[in-house]
């Protein structure tokens, strides 16, 4: 069993930055796709950024293209997701998955899952 454990979260002002982790734990990290996923109240999980195992693939979502940056270190099992120029609509519970065998963007393929971190943002 994987486990994940977000941080970093927290009230921002629209324009800022905030730097999500992720530390896995429970057996071999690096042969997973790993991503972030966030949710608002009453609304669905929304797909935000995915890479490969080997780091050599990334996708994001469009709405946070060019704002939001996924890196992972395999060497201290953590996923990391750069947050910058958040917007309001930003706001959400953001969690960290994984998988083996997943489509990138879809919350159900993915095995294993944090509890999130809350990530504000004022207008």
């Known amino acids: 069993q994987v486990q994940l454990v977000e941080s970093g979260g927290g009230l921002v002002q629209a324009g800022g930055s905030l730097r999500l982790s992720c530390a896995a734990s429970?057996?071999?990290?690096?042969?997973?796709?790993m991503a972030w996923f966030r949710q608002a109240p009453d609304k669905e999980r929304e797909f935000v950024a995915s890479m490969s195992w080997s780091g050599g693939s990334t996708y994001n979502a469009d709405s946070v293209k060019g704002r939001f940056t996924i890196s992972r270190d395999n060497a201290k099992n953590s996923v990391y997701l750069q947050m910058n120029s958040l917007k309001p609509e930003d706001t959400a519970v953001y969690y960290c998955?994984?998988?083996?065998?997943?489509?990138?963007?879809?919350?159900?393929?993915?095995?294993?899952w944090g509890q999130g971190t809350q990530v504000t943002v004022s207008s």
């Open positions: 998955a994984a998988g083996a065998d997943v489509v990138l963007n879809v919350a159900r393929t993915y095995d294993y």
């Open positions: 429970g057996r071999t990290f690096s042969i997973f796709t």
